[in-house]
RNA sequence: CGGGGAGUAGCUCAGCCCGGUAGAGCACUACGUUCGGGACGUAGGGGUCGCAGGUUCAAAUCCUGUCUCCCCGACCA
């Protein structure tokens, strides 16, 4: 393709909006254009990566035999009603209504209407299982769309769906997709983990998020690197422990502080002198109307995520000031285990197992407490895994010392069990003739987000570094001067050996001046570059340039040409 | 949803406090010089200053309302 006949829009100065390197570089390197918040045009050369990603999804999907398919985008109000996610899924949906003032969404995810399709043409056993994708534009209204088209209201997604008889088939469908999606990240050239995960609005059981390591990534992961134990950070276990308050020491006195205005935990550690690890931090929530309070290590985080499990709410949330205020007696800042009304559910994080001598609040304005002991002061109505881990925490299945990252969440395998199909009645015979809710597991890929965070993991100052697989281009040849006649020659000459090569081709043929064609391949990024200018042509050379290490070969120009090929060959290949 | 910020040329922004009828750089067009890492000169095109009201002889500038966009937060006591 000439630069010329194609449109690569590129941009000398950064979009004001841009935060992170990905959608920074979109834009710059011409692939894309916003249109409104969080919805964006693919340009030409986005939309041949995509096709790229969307090709080796289609192939490693082929090879666990899950078969493609199309379903609507615009769904009935109804469908989603019968499984309580029109309430659920809330705002997250673009909704409508037609001439007919009926109620419609724009698909964000497709378990109702693939349920439907299989209570109403799935019957028997004999036809299970059943494993079904599609590659389609989602909508979600999301609060705040952002990173570009790391995290934007219509993105593109490959959603696949899979129905059994029994468990053991939903298993093996189930670690396919595992081996699939692994496969797939690996043919994109990308650094990656699976991670045990929370479920979210999905549901169901078991479930692994594949993460894009890189700095900018959403998500935090937690990762062992003697086990091989990896969770996101909503997930990650700590550990148990068993033997619970007994603190090995002789128990002082419950004395009150003064400790006027020192709402915090670092605040109050200073004034005392003691480590934030000496202390009970105490958190109020609501679960579904009633009082929960949360006792933590003074360096810990409650994981909402975590905690919502534990209690099995459907609604968590921090209580507000008056809350705090009715239950403790105090302003928030104060509040303390003992001496709560006893309808307040008391749950103790294991962080706080084996620990006395604490500092807790007094719950009262402007007093702490030191010398708190659990077990004498407060007697927790349970104890459990409610905080969140942070690296260098031991690992809950080997002990050893985990490490924490950053991730981008760019595919979700799910076992859902029989969550949708009870829902909505969709049952099948079995072998003895009785109805039987199907077995389902669903599997969610994000082929923007995918590219997105193959941006965000190989880029550097000047540009994108596209890995080979997935560039919108294997190679581009340059010409430095189009005013030259023996340089355009050479350079079209060029241009024809490497198509004839099979190689994917882009010849820049824009009568621009070295330099700025110079920028702008380093900012579009395709992986191999052919340099042919005046005086390396008077020796008979052109230049073979690797975006990724800037090593230039000079060579002939034939030699050139099956250099690249070779290079570009291995690459597709993963090597 | 709460808080903050911003809407002026295709892009990035200045001008606004202190009203006097709109600017820079980049991009774009033409010509010339240049030509292996985002050149330079000359000439040129392009803006109802988000929108609607108001104040004023006069509004990008002051006031009111409204819309949109961006950032942060959504309570870790």
Known sequence: MRWTRTFIPTVREDPADAEVPSHRLMVRAGLLRPLARGVYTYLPLLQRVILKVERIVREELDRIGAVELTMPI?????????????????????RLEDRHDRPFALGPTHEEVITDIARKEMRSYRQLPQNLYQIQTKFRDEIRPRFGVMRAREFLMKDGYSFHADQASLDETYRDYH??????????????????????????????????????????????????YAASDERAEGVRVDHLPGAGHEPGPLTDVETPGKTTVEEVAELLGRPATAFVKTLLFTTDGKPVAVLVRGDREVSEAKLSRHLNASRLEMADAVTVRALTGAEVGFAGPHGLPGEVRIVADYSLAGRGDLVAGANRTGFHVTGFEIGRDVEPDEWADVSRVAGGDPCPRCGARLRESRGIEVGHIFDLGAKYSTAMDATFLDESGRARPFLMGCYGLGITRTVAAAIEQSHDERGIVWPVAIAPYEVEVIPLNMDSAAVVEAAERIYAGCREAGLETLLDDRPDRAGSKFADADLVGIPWRIVVGEKGLQAGRAEVVERRTGRAEKLAPDQAVSFARERIESGRRGD
Do not use: K
């Open 179 to 228: 081996g699939a999606y692994s496969r797939i990240f690996e043919r994109c050239g990308l650094e990656f983990r699976a991670v045990e995960a929370e479920s979210g609005a999905i549901g169901g059981a078991v479930n692994h998020e594949f993460m894009v390591l890189a700095e900018n990534g959403e998500s935090g992961v937690l990762s062992c690197d003697a086990c091989g």
């Open 74 to 94: 615009i769904h009935p109000a109804e469908l989603w009603q019968e499984t309580g996610r029109w309430d659920v899924y809330g705002p997250l949906m673009m």
